[in-house]
Structures are given as structure tokens and as C-alpha cells.
């Protein structure tokens, strides 16, 4: 596919590479070679960056070899290997070599690209602790800053001032650090980010023991978290001496607190661990959190002190597949035990917010329409969770089913089912007396037996039940518990004013349906209710979401709320990128063509159903989000603006304007459908 669109550069995407070559004990030349065989693997996976171990080049455990002269001349003569090498190769290649300068030797990264050396940087932290020697061979490059290295003859940028930026590739902005520079309290990268880099890169060699490939892990994930940044750690393995330790030769890519990449420890093969880093996705998230831009001032600005050294990528637009798993829901992790403990977390930030609010408001009920559909059911589990904790009976909990023109028997038994398997107060109210005389009433056709099913007919509906919502509430001393979803607010999917929009507390506001929908199943497994409910549950579960405002049709068909509004796994996927992180709509479309267009590759939750898992090809996938941005930015907005309190759950982002989403009622989704419609085949 050549349309620059399935390029991964077309979307802010750098693919980077952790490498782990067969090491030696100060072969230079064996060294060399299998940089080289490395540096050439990854230019045919269309890697822009890899990282190496700490002295690939030199070996670094050959302890007082580090001092004499022929090793020395030997790194000299590796590095010139690797360059010339380069000279026909894509990646820019970080490399580890112990160089000699002004009566001194420095354990140094040497950025090496298309056949020159782009500048050295020198280690600032050496540890000299437990087996650790190092300031018996080097000397610190603490402090070394604005200074060149003679390399062949040639004056190349030297110090730890130094980032390295693409000319011509937007994002491609690394910086380097190596090995105890990362453990150290103040590590270098920090600056390094501050002054702009966005892809952290770390040589290390990194003995192993027990329990420290975790600290690893741990460091790179809070450093890439911490400096907003991407994280690239490369650790020696097989192959260094072991006359007093060992080697694991442990890779990883982390971002924005994320591992997204490791490689295979122990491996007595070279490996490449290759991902693609999201430069876009770091870049906004700066932009979004000002403690970012404060810290660059409070450590006085990096940038004015940091040389950037520019270079020439010449990247090419080209269809290379994407190294990095999306999840189908970003709302849900795929793993069973971090899917289990999103979900504890969010049913009991909803149960506890909803408990403060009935003490503060000093509410003896709490008044709830049950539906029998998703967002009414979880609502009310909710309540009926946080009477638990209160120490509150269920019966002050007042459920109304109210059915209108469209509800079916399915769904009202369903709610009716639920309701007494809660043990909550249980009512019905039938509205359609009320709306057939609201319809006369503002002369509707339906009112004189036309089958006009507009959106006046639905809203009359919608309008009614939440109208006698608010009036049972002041009648009986409580408040009423709002139902619609963050997924139905993004959309606009609700009716404003007296409408679903409005309660008193909405508990799911800041729940995206495709969670709702784990979160009851959590709810199931976990036992957190009697085994009558749980069966009401899973058959709520199974059934399709419909608004159910309109007559079945001819052929018995229920009112479909995703083949009106899209499949709410598209819509959640959208809302995800737009809302969190602001990505171009291609970017969006990008990214769910990879997640969604083979239902046979990449994990699914555990426990979602068989019969959903889906494909969306990219004509479907760009239709729904086209929609999903035009009712996003031109026509809901209005309603989020007025929407009432509601707790925040998910770290994907709110839509109160008072917390993570604020934005004019008459704005325009023009120059997202320009975007999408430009640069989508």
C-alpha cells in the first residue's frame, strides 16, 4: 500500500529497536561485527533508532584491559567498522565504546548515522559500589559540556549537553544516557527530555541478580512516566565475562509509564526487540500537563543549554506495519489480573462517590428509572452497593420502570426481574398516557394515529420520564441517580434539559459503555451480589442495546442504537485518542484499522463473548468515526456543558467542564473532517 497514510512516519510513529548482541571479552572486532549484523537486521524491520548494551564495542568487564593502549586502538578501529557499515544503512545507531580525551577515558554513546559519527556523549554517573569499579578506568563526563572529540580526524560534538534531532522527520528527538545514569537520584535524562527530547535511550551493561531485572523495569516505566517520554533500555548479555557476575541481556521500550516491548533475557542468540514509539501521543501529553513546562523552568530551561545536533533521516512513506499492540477497547486492559483491578477501582470510585453524595445532600431515597437496559442496570447495582456500605436498607432505593410506545417485554421483565432480585422499592409508570396527551396537546401527527416517529416523538418520551423522575424525588425525599454513560455524552446521545442528560448525581458519566459492560461482568465473577442477580445480569448482558423510543418495525425488528450511531467499541476507540490525548483524526483512524481490521490478531479480554469479536475495515471504520467527529465537536457539546456532577473514573479522560473536557457550544467539526477526509484513502 503505498498512500502515505499506512506509514507509521505519516502518523508521528519512530520505530526503535533495543538490541542485544553476542557479546565478547574485548574482541573488538567479533564485537564490531555483530553490531554490524544487528544494525543491518533492524534496517530491513524499518527501524529508525537502536539502542545498544554499554561498551558493545569495547566488552565492558575486561576490568584493567580498559588501560592499555592496543584495546584502545582496537575501539578506534571497531567504531570506524560500524561507521562505514552505516554509511548505506536507515538506522541511526547507538553504540558503546570507552575513548580516550585530554589524558582521560570516558565510557561514552556514540550516535552513529549514514556514515558519521553525530556526536559522543560521556557517562556522568560511575559507579564505584558492591562489584562496581568503574572510576578505576573512567573518568566522569559530569560537567563536560560545548566540547568536541577528535574520532579519525574529524571534530564531533562531545559532552552530555547533546540531543539529536532529525531534520526532516517531525518527533525523531532522542537523547542518551548510560546504564547508572538512570539510577542515579538526578538522572540526566530528565534535562535531557526538559530540553525536548522525546525517545530516552539508555546503554547499559547491568549485571544481573535476582529481583533486579524487576528494578529495571520499574525505573524505565517511572523515568518514561516521570519525563513524559519514550524509554529505550538495552542491558549486555551473553557472552561478558562471568569471572564475578552474570548477564541477562535485558531490552525494553517503555512510554509514558508503559512497557510496550521486551526482549527475551538469557538468550544465547542475538536478539532486536522492535517497537514503534508514539512521538505524537508524548508530545500532546506535554502539552496537556503544565507541571512539564514548569519543571523545564525550575531546572532553568535545558534547552538553552543542550546542543541539538540535526541530522538528515530520509524517512520513506511507506506501508511497514506497525510494531505495537492497540487495544480494541483502551478503556479495558487485556490482561486478566490488571482487567480485574481497573475494574475494582472503578466500581468502587462510582459506589463511593455516590455514598458521599447521598450523605452530603442528606437524601433518604435515591430515585432511579430501570430501564432492563445497560447503563440503568449498573447504575442501580451501584445504589444498591453503596446502601450496602452505608448501612442503609435497599428499599429506600425507588425503582421506575416506566414503559412507553416502544418498550419491549423483554426489557421491562428484565427490569422488573432485576429490581426484586435488589430487593429495592419497585414501581411502574405507564407514560403513555401522559405523552399521547403531550402529543395532542403540540399536535403531533401521532396523535392522530400517523406513524410519525420523529425525534419530537422520541424526546416526548424521554422528556416524560425524567419530568416524573424529578417530581417523585421532591415527593419522597431523595434524589435522582442519573443512568446515561460517558460514551452517550461524547456522542450527544441523550435528551437535554428534562431529558436523560439531567439528574441530580451521574454516577456513569465518567464510565464509556464498552467498560459499563465489563464491569457488570466483574461483578458477576467476583460474587459481588446473590446468584438471582447475577443470572438477571448476564441476560441484560446478552441483549442489544436499543433505546427503544420507536415501534418495532414490519418485520418485528427492535430500534438499533449502533446501526444508528455506530458500534460503541468504534466510538469508545475514538473518544479514547480524541479526548485523552487530542490525536489527529488519520492518527485515530490509523491506529483502529491496525486494532480492528483482523479479529483473528491481537488479544481480546478474557471474557468478552466469542460472538464479539469483530473486524471493522478501514471504508467502516473512517464512516463512524466521520460521524462520531461531527457529533463530538458540532452538535453535543451544549449538553456536556450543562452536565451535572458526576465522578470521574477513568484516567482516559471526563466530559464535565469542570474537569478534563472544556470547549464552546457552537463549535464547527470542520477542521477535523478536513483532516480525516484529506489524508484517509
Known sequence: MTHPFYAIHRHGLIRVAAATPRASVGDTGTNAEATVALAREADAKGVDLVVFPELNLTSYAIDDLHLQTAQQRATLAAIATVVEASATLRPVLLVGAALVRNGRLYNCALAIARGRVLGVVPKTFLPNYREFYEKRWFASGMGMTGLTIDLDGEDVPFGTDLIFAARDLPGFVFHTEICEDYWAPTPPSTAGALAGALICC????SNIVIGKARDRAMLAAAQSARAVCAYVYSAAGPGESTTEVAWDGQGLVHELGEQIAESTR?????????????CERITQERLRTGTFNDAAMFAGNPETRFRRIAFDHAPVLEDAGLERAIRRFPFVPNDPARRDDDCYEAFNIQVEALSKRLVSANAETIVIGVSGGLDSTHALIVAAKAMDRLGRPRSAILGFTMPGFATGEGTKANAWALMRALGITAEEIDIRPAATRMLEDIGHPFS???????ITFENVQAGLRTDYLFRLANQRRGIVLGTGDLSEMALGWCTYGVGDQMSHYAVNSGVPKTLIQFLIRWCIRTDQYDAATDDILATILAQEISPELVPAGADGSLQSTESMIGPYALNDFFAHYVIRYGLAPSKIAFLAWHAWRDASVGAWPEDLPTDAHVAYDLPTIRKWL??????????????RSAMPNGPKVSAGGALSPRGDWRAPSDGTAKIWLDELRSSVP
Request: a negative charge.
Open 202 to 205: 539508555n546503554l547499559s551493561a
Open 266 to 278: 538469557f538468550s544465547t542468540e542475538p536478539e532486536l526487540v522492535v517497537a514503534d514509539v508514539d
Open 448 to 454: 392522530e394515529g400517523e406513524p410519525v416517529y420523529d
Open 626 to 639: 466521520e460521524k462520531f467527529l461531527f457529533r463530538f465537536f458540532t452538535t453535543s457539546q451544549f449538553k
